[in-house]
């Protein structure tokens, strides 16, 4: 065992150029971080640059870092595929075969019957929109008619909204367990079932970090199987546990921002695991991505960066910490759909000595490969290690 301890930060969305195949995702030209840079020309991000972030791929006009303290290199998606689950799956080992079923022009009306007579309330809605505009145009109708809200989006979700004062958070989170079960069918199937609780008054609607997914199993062992199996500790913070539906987890934390995940991870990485942390800071695609406010990400950025000097004091020589991402959500792209893209990979370690490129690796599962090599546990996966590289 080379490391004693592996963490894995995933920035939720924060891709770094298209991929070869973008065009067939209507995603041509996409890059999330170069976009991100351009628009907002005073974006610093000092820390991550000195790990080696402007050397991956041209961001802005930032010159490369000479002597970069991580090791650095972006790793492609080979699933079909730009949701949320499709590239955390991908990152433990996985490959799907099959795209999440979508529903561009709403459910069916067999579901959303079935749905309103287990429930007890009607729907309103139902079609795909942005969690902010949909409150806007329905939360009055909600709170004066207790009606559902049910919408979807370019991901295979099917997201149920609730004024918090109108309907119990108790008796959202039981629909959605019912949504969960009547979408299990195949004609009906979604990757996740997500409760999207809000508050305030017409004109001034907040969601809640009340938010709660439930997502389907994962179809194969991924690492995390392979690590709790092999008796160490799987610790999940953010969404993790939710796109896994705890599958491999051992431990787990929500978390209600992106301040608060950074809180929690250092938290854990001060305490005394010995295995895979696992991290998903969501606020990047969630606030700024899908709403297409490169100024909004840019900040969030900035937010983290900020942190990046604390994660690595936290860091023994036996450590590894992993910055990555899931997909990409360029917020300078059309539309509010995720985007079709490379994710950065930098690895940091005080043992490191001299690091440098890891060069474009083709698949995000070579990540759960390394991790799995490194703990010396099985894993049927399409990925190849780099460990060997990490010297």
Not at 210 to 217: E, F, G, Q, T
Not at 300 to 316: G, K, M, Q, S
Not at 327 to 353: I, K
């Amino acid at each position: 065992m080379k490391f004693t301890r592996i963490g894995v930060i995933v920035l939720d969305s924060v891709g770094i150029g298209e991929l070869p195949d973008a065009p067939a995702y209507g995603d041509k030209g996409a890059h999330t971080l170069g976009h991100i840079a351009r628009s907002v020309p005073d974006l610093s991000l000092p820390n991550l640059r000195r790990l080696g972030l402007a050397n991956i791929a041209p961001i802005g006009d930032w010159p490369e870092e000479p002597k970069p303290s991580a090791y650095f290199g972006k790793m492609g998606e080979v699933s079909a595929g730009k949701d949320t689950m499709t590239g955390h799956w991908e990152l433990m080992g996985l490959r799907i075969e099959t795209p999440f079923r979508t529903f561009p022009d709403g459910f069916p009306a067999e579901l959303i019957e079935a749905f309103e007579q287990e429930t007890g309330r009607k729907v309103i809605g139902n079609k795909p929109a942005s969690g902010t505009e949909i409150l806007d145009e329905l939360g009055e109708e909600q709170m004066k008619t207790g009606a559902w809200i049910v919408y979807t989006s370019a991901d295979s979700v099917f997201q149920l909204a609730a004024h918090e004062e109108i309907i119990p958070l108790e008796e959202l989170y039981a629909a959605c367990k019912i949504a969960r079960r009547l979408t299990m069918r195949d004609e009906f199937s979604v990757g996740r079932v997500i409760a999207r609780p809000y508050v305030g008054q017409p004109g001034a609607f907040k969601r809640t970090p009340n938010r709660h997914d439930y997502a389907l199993k994962p179809p194969a062992p991924t690492a995390l199987n392979a690590l709790k199996g092999g008796g160490y500790d799987v610790v999940a913070v953010g969404k993790i546990n939710d796109i896994f539906d705890g599958e491999g987890i051992t431990r787990a934390t929500p978390t209600k921002s992106n301040a608060h995940g950074i809180e929690t991870t250092l938290q854990e990485l001060r305490g005394s695991f010995r295995g895979l942390l696992f991290v998903n800071l969501v606020d990047f695609d969630s606030l700024y991505g899908h709403r297409r406010d490169p100024v909004g990400y840019a900040r969030a950025l900035e937010e983290f960066d900020r942190a990046v000097p604390d994660l690595i004091a936290t860091l023994a020589a036996s450590d590894l910490l992993v910055i990555t991402a899931d997909h990409g959500n360029d917020p300078t792209h059309s539309g509010t759909d995720h985007t079709r893209e490379y994710v950065p990979l930098l690895a940091y370690s005080p043992a490191f000595a001299n690091p440098s490129g890891l060069g474009t690796m083709p698949t995000y599962a070579d990540l759960a490969a390394t991790i799995a090599d490194n703990f010396g546990v099985g894993l049927n996966t399409h990925g190849h290690s780099f460990l060997e590289r990490l010297v």
